[in-house]
């Protein structure tokens, strides 16, 4: 009867490439997914939130490409008083943008008898104004922020400026909704309502998408950005455009990003609309595309490493493949992210490739001649071999 090392060692090269490459697969799994999940390892976790993705936005971005949008437009209020945010709103609504979106809570004014503010809100067309999701033991609310939301009904209407990722302290924004399920109904983003009024149809095909959550394209994309004093010297990056009103220098209101760590949210707002009207959604693999692939490239280094591993030059040759391999998939995902917008996720093939030559090794010293099992198994017949001293009397 063949002992199982004989069993294992006698298998045809594809099947023990087979063998291998699931086991290295399953493993792979474990220390991806199980261990990743043991609190002991959270920081270490929640250090290193990064994709594959993040890595393909920070090359494409850094191409000498780079995209002015047509669409939006983005002024920044910082250090202004109300009286000057007031001015600035009024000149803004003169040149008739196609939308203004406004991402500022006002604290109740010293004197509401002397504030303008109040009048430019009101009197502003198609502003949309902003509110803020949050949730507790009964539920999800919309919660107004700022002292107009009780004086003033925007002619835009009311919108979310959620960042997706708020959850989570210091986790990277890549997410966007177009709205969210409050206790009051459905309240949209900011950027969502924004396309809305400023290109409905763009919307439209939107909301038509069956994934309620996508992608930001961050990369290779630039804005206007104005100050309140350039307004009335630039009518026309004014006229009929997005136009976003808001701080960014606002220390609460800066997020981590695959390009920045400091983004400030109206930005990030301007780039969920930019994606939006563009339709350059990411689309990511699936779980069982992610598995082919890892069990496709862990398949041939395993074979190739088993085919030569007798040989002088059989670890050499494997390294160079192994690298060659790497550099065609890191190259490969960055082109279909860049002109395909297809989000390569190759992190589960890199670790399963790496590992299969573990695996390999680990094959050849259990299954050979004279390996752990032939070894083991002889151990255990000496130890069951009778004893041939005759019982004494």
């Avoid at 994309?221 to 630039?234: C, H, K, L």
């Amino acid at each position: 009867m063949k002992s199982l090392s004989q069993i294992m060692s006698s298998l045809p090269l594809p099947i023990k490439s087979v063998v291998i490459t699931i086991a290295t697969l399953l493993f792979s799994h474990v220390l991806v997914y199980d261990l990743m999940s043991v609190s002991f390892f959270s920081p270490m976790e929640k250090a290193s939130d990064f994709r594959f993705s993040d890595f393909y936005t920070i090359v494409a971005d850094d191409r000498a490409v780079s995209i002015l949008d047509d669409d939006i437009v983005i002024v920044p209020v910082d250090g202004l008083t109300r009286k000057e945010i007031a001015h600035t709103l009024d000149d803004i609504d003169f040149y008739e943008p196609a939308v203004i979106g406004l991402d500022i809570a006002f604290a109740p004014p010293a004197n509401p008898d002397e504030d303008p503010l109040a009048e430019s809100l009101a009197g502003c067309e198609n502003l949309v104004m902003p509110i803020r999701i949050s949730s507790d033991d009964e539920g999800v609310h919309a919660d107004h922020l700022s002292y107009y939301d009780d004086i003033i009904t925007p002619k835009g209407g009311f919108a979310a400026v959620n960042i997706q990722g708020d959850a989570k302290e210091r986790a990277t924004v890549r997410e966007f909704t177009r709205s969210f399920e409050t206790l009051e109904g459905e309240i949209p983003s900011l950027p969502f309502a924004l396309i809305s009024i400023a290109r409905p149809e763009a919307a439209k095909k939107f909301a038509a998408r069956p994934k309620k959550e996508e992608f930001i394209k961050f990369a290779s994309r630039e804005f206007d950005i104005i100050t309140p004093d350039e307004v009335a010297e630039n009518p026309d990056l004014i006229k009929d455009k997005i136009v976003l009103v808001g701080k960014m220098q606002n220390a609460g209101d800066l997020h981590v990003t695959p390009l920045d760590n400091f983004t400030p949210g109206l930005k990030i707002h301007a780039q969920i609309a930019a994606t939006m009207l563009s339709g350059e959604f990411i689309r990511e693999l699936t779980p069982f595309e992610s598995y082919a692939i890892a069990a496709i490239t862990c398949f041939l280094i395993v074979w190739l490493n088993m085919r030569l591993w007798d040989s002088p030059a059989g670890p050499l040759v494997v390294r160079i493949v192994q690298m060659i391999l790497l550099y065609a998939m890191i190259m490969g995902g960055t082109m279909a992210y860049i002109y395909l917008n297809i989000d390569l996720n190759f992190a589960f093939a890199i670790l399963s490739t790496s590992l299969g030559v573990a695996g390999c090794d680990i094959y050849i010293g259990l299954f050979t001649k004279n390996g752990a099992c032939d070894r083991i198994a002889n151990l255990f017949k000496k130890s069951n071999k009778p004893s041939l001293n005759k019982p004494s009397l």
